[in-house]
């Protein structure tokens, strides 16, 4: 199909794709606490990932951003898919692994700290807003579940709210 017939218009709700990804060691999970200096979520836990750059599927992409933020390679499958609405027309779509099978030695990163936090950790700590429930969600996956389809959004109190699909 060529590039006219794809229906792209500049009036439409467009995403920025994304990757998210949350190693599992046993009952710990690799964090990224975000530096001081980082413009966004400094001194915070996440994931790891970041921007899918053009011309890279979704699990290159994740499996760059891990190599380069950790030195770390694993077995990474797709868990679930998150649309944040971010404005009237542009939202982030975030493509979350998991992964396991981690090879290589963890590397320090600019982007902050990385750790091993163990589950009953997880309430101790200054998270993302939507890790936690992020996290809970991908720890009561059994293998061969499909991924989740979820999107978040602030309500009229400023509350985050994250909305899984039936």
């Not at 920025?16 to 001081?36: N, W």
């Not at 891990?66 to 990474?76: I, M, P, R």
């Not at 429930?133 to 309500?155: C, H, N, Q, T």
Request: proline share 5%; charged share 30%.
């Amino acid at each position: 199909m060529p590039r006219s017939d794809q229906g792209v218009t500049f009036d439409r709700y467009m995403l920025i794709p994304r990757t998210l990804i949350f190693l599992r060691r046993g009952d710990s999970f690799l964090l990224l606490k975000g530096s001081p200096t980082k413009r966004l979520w400094a001194n915070k836990y996440n994931g790891i990932g970041g921007h899918v750059e053009r011309g890279e599927d979704v699990l290159s992409a994740a499996l760059r951003e891990l190599s380069e933020e950790t030195g770390l390679s694993a077995d990474l499958r797709l868990c679930g898919t998150l649309i944040v609405d971010a404005d009237e027309r542009v939202g982030i779509g975030i493509y979350v692994f998991t992964g396991e099978n981690v090879r290589g030695d963890l590397r320090p990163s600019a982007e902050g700290t990385l750790e091993w936090v163990p589950v009953s950790r997880l309430r101790e700590l200054p998270l993302v807003e939507d890790v936690a429930v992020l996290l809970e969600r991908i720890r009561k996956m059994k293998p061969g579940d499909p991924p989740f389809a979820a999107r978040s959004y602030y309500d009229d109190e400023d509350r985050l709210q994250v909305v899984f699909a039936a």
